[in-house]
């Protein structure tokens, strides 16, 4: 179970970027995503752009749930009012996405009872929508206290540790 | 390269056909490897070095409290006083009264796209929503901005009646404007246009881009209200064309 993070800012440029794994039950919080998916997990994301555009229109939330998946990858996103996406990646079983060689067949089952509990495994039930959301609206105040700085300006990546430090923090607490 | 170097070894050996084979099967393989790797690993990132400075109390802005109390309201005073020291700073810069007010707008735009995000959050929890409406976000500038920042709502929100991408926010008494008594000379300045760069950044942060906000006095002969100012907002006709479609799409 991993999980991957950006934020995109208005003009679809990344501006901050992190990988994580779960730390519920016991694992260590790492990622375990292969090389391969350093680079599709971008590519996805950037695809998923495309579908909060499309739905940012009509729905006034700043949480917009779960916009998009490709195999056993699930996007959620919040978008601020400034126009600034936060999308989060889940992914239940890095390890079995078969990223270059597309398959029609259905996305692997979770093998085991344990990971069929995982949040990732149901992308859309309102246990995952609700930890996701904690999640977010955590980020979106550390970011908000980012923004607030005189010195920053729109669409300037974020280099701070604190923030990176408060984003580990809140993925460890609710993801 | 290795490779290169292995078939040059090859070539000069005596042993002659049947090492150049082994060498072309070799190079198939390595070609079939590549087939079946068909992505470039992204070098991992190099160790990130922070510059940053911590204050002696070990507090960052990111221990700090985004909501607002009483106590923590900025004085009237002291804001006269800094938006005196603005106004001073950008007239010596200036060589015209429409310079001035642009310079103004442009050092308000930043505090708009800032302060959306800012009161979104601090609405209630879970009710917050991103104005998506050109209204609505007329609405959420004409109430909760004003409120921010100068504790009650604007005085009107009207509508343009010959241009349908026009609107006006009208306020009768601009705070901004209450120690500050315009020049002869300078008749055409109004240094609401600070609030107007507000204004602008808000529509501009939350999707709805404008041809610019300015600023006009309108309180000439209204003995009631003297210092009347109205922000006459333009959206872009791309704004407008995107707010119909989607009316006519059932949004």
Redesign the interface.
């Known amino acids: 179970m991993s999980y991957y993070f950006a934020i995109i800012g208005t003009r679809d440029n990344p501006l901050f970027e992190i990988d994580f794994g779960t730390s519920k039950g016991g694992a260590d919080g790492a990622a375990r995503f292969r090389d391969e998916a350093k680079h599709m997990n971008q590519f996805i994301v950037h695809a998923a752009l495309d579908m909060v555009e499309e739905i940012q229109w009509n729905n006034k939330e700043l949480y917009l749930k779960k916009v998009d998946s490709f195999q056993n990858n699930h996007i959620h996103c919040l978008l601020t009012g400034g126009n600034i996406k936060f999308m989060l990646l889940m992914n239940p079983d890095p390890t079995s996405t078969p990223y270059s060689a597309y398959q029609t067949s259905p996305p692997s089952r979770p093998s085991t009872a344990r990971q069929s509990t995982l949040l990732a495994s149901n992308p859309t039930t309102p246990q995952t929508e609700d930890a996701v959301r904690q999640f977010m609206l955590e980020v979106y105040e550390a970011w908000l206290k980012c923004i607030m700085n005189p010195f920053y300006q729109v669409n300037q990546a974020v280099t701070s540790p604190v923030f990176r430090s408060r984003v580990a923090t809140a993925a460890k607490k609710y993801l | 390269m290795n490779f290169h170097n292995a078939l040059m070894k090859t070539c000069v050996n005596p042993e002659g056909l049947w090492c150049l084979r082994l060498c072309r099967t070799a190079i198939v393989g390595v070609l079939l490897e590549a087939k079946t790797a ?5 070098p991992p990132a190099k160790p ?1 070095q ?1 510059t ?1 400075r911590y204050p002696s109390n070990r507090k ?3 221990d ?1 409290n ?1 909501n607002r109390t009483k106590t923590t309201e900025i004085s009237l005073a002291s804001f006269a006083y800094l938006f005196n020291t603005l106004i001073t700073y950008h007239h010596s810069k200036s060589s015209s009264v429409s310079e001035i007010e642009s310079r103004l707008n442009r050092a308000g735009y ?1 505090i708009g ?2 302060m ?6 601090r609405q209630p ?1 879970r009710s ?5 409406r050109i209204v609505e976000l007329l609405q959420f500038i004409h109430g909760t901005l004003w409120r921010a920042l100068f504790s009650r709502s604007a005085d009107a929100l009207e509508k343009s009646t010959t241009k349908n991408n026009e609107y006006m926010i009208i306020d009768n008494e601009p705070l901004v404007n209450t120690y500050i008594s315009i020049p002869k000379e300078m008749s055409q300045l109004n240094c609401a246009a600070f609030v107007g760069g507000i204004i602008e950044g808000m529509c501009d ?3 709805f881009s404008t041809d610019g906000v300015s600023v006009h006095s309108a309180g000439e002969g209204d003995e009631m209200w003297p210092g009347k100012t109205i922000f006459l907002v333009k959206f872009k006709e791309s704004v407008v064309e ?1 707010e119909e479609a ?1 009316k006519a799409s059932g ?1």
């Open positions: 068909n992505y470039i690993p992204i990130f922070s940053l960052t802005i990111y700090r985004l930043p796209i800032k959306l995000d800012l009161l979104l959050y929890p917050a929503t991103r104005p998506t942060a939350a999707g995107r989607i949004g």
